[in-house]
């Protein structure tokens, strides 16, 4: 009885200190989650806002609300790249966006404001604002516009960099038209002057970077070109020099005269003395009575009629 009442003893030790184990590795783990709790919402207090003020301080652009796709989209992006640099809370990004919204822009907003409703205003997230936004300020038919200027695209007086710049400005709306790789290398290629052209190879590159890259080289060398005082590559094809083409030495034979005699302007034809075309009588004495051929004087006749008769 006593050795049961012993081991009955040390079973309930042994449960009662592993209980107690075990609470304690509860509690430690509650507290510590509450101290992470606790410490993330002590750094949320001290994490300061963006202000309108911190917003104002990256120099976000302005918009004025012209009905183009590429100035729109610019303002876009521009005031994406503030919302990054400035930390600008989700919440308050539409109200610190639409005050940069001037003139038509602000017309606009003002009256979408109004068909939506204050409280709807209030919680509108960037995105659902872009929406109609690009909608009215980017209609079809100014996309269309753009991608029939971008078809007409031509290098004239531009720089590499302005020329490429242009093309990247109506690339973004022509996805439709030059959806490849190959044809934007292609249709960048076409866009180029002569000069440009007939030292680059499109077929050879396999980005659009890389044809730029080899734009960008040609345009060096012909700067360098100039100021060695060199003649730039015409284009091949184009006319050089006069376009009639020279007399050959047979042409020069045929309307020489071979006894060197000067062309009748009566007879139109070389012979010396006087022309007797239309007149009576042989031609080469003058006498009548008999035809040249059979004058009586016929070294006349040879040193003379026969150069006649040419």
């Known amino acids: 009885m006593k050795a049961f009442d012993a081991n009955v003893s040390k079973l309930a030790q042994e449960v009662e200190s592993q209980v107690l184990v075990r609470v304690e ?65 989700k919440e308050d990004q539409v109200m610190f966006a639409t005050g940069q919204l001037l003139r038509r822009a602000k017309d606009w907003w003002d009256t979408y404001s109004k068909e939506i409703g204050e409280d709807r205003v209030q919680t509108l997230t960037w995105q659902e604002f872009k929406q109609p936004f690009i909608k009215y300020h980017c209609p079809q038919s100014a996309v269309d516009r753009i991608q029939e200027d971008f078809l007409r695209l031509r290098q004239k007086d531009e720089s590499i960099d302005e020329i490429t710049n242009a093309f990247f400005n109506q690339l973004k709306f022509c996805g439709e038209i030059v959806g490849t790789e190959r044809k934007k290398i292609i249709r960048y290629h076409s866009m180029l002057e002569a000069e440009y052209r007939e030292f680059i190879t499109p077929s050879k590159c396999e980005t659009l970077d890389e044809i730029i890259d080899l734009a960008r080289d040609r345009e060096i060398e012909i700067k360098r070109q100039a100021e060695r005082g060199e003649k730039r590559q015409v284009e091949k094809g184009s006319t050089q020099g006069s376009s009639k083409k020279p007399k050959t030495n047979k042409q020069g ?58």
Request: net charge positive; with cysteine; charged share 25%.
């Open 25 to 89: 590795t509860v509690v430690t783990s509650k507290v510590d989650e509450l101290k992470e709790i606790i410490t993330g919402i002590q750094g949320k207090k001290d994490a300061r806002r963006c202000t309108y003020k911190d917003f104002m301080a990256c120099k976000p652009t302005t918009y004025n609300g012209e009905i183009d796709p590429i100035e729109s989209q610019r303002w876009i992006a521009n005031m994406e790249g503030v919302f990054i640099i400035s930390h600008c809370d």
């Open 253 to 310: 034979k045929k309307e020489a005269s071979k006894g060197g005699f000067p062309r009748c302007k009566t007879c139109g034809k070389p012979h010396s003395g006087e022309c007797l075309l239309g007149k009576k009588g042989c031609y080469n004495c003058g006498q009548e009575g008999h035809p040249y051929y059979n004058c009586p004087n016929p070294r006349e006749y040879a040193t003379t009629v026969t150069n006649r008769a040419m």
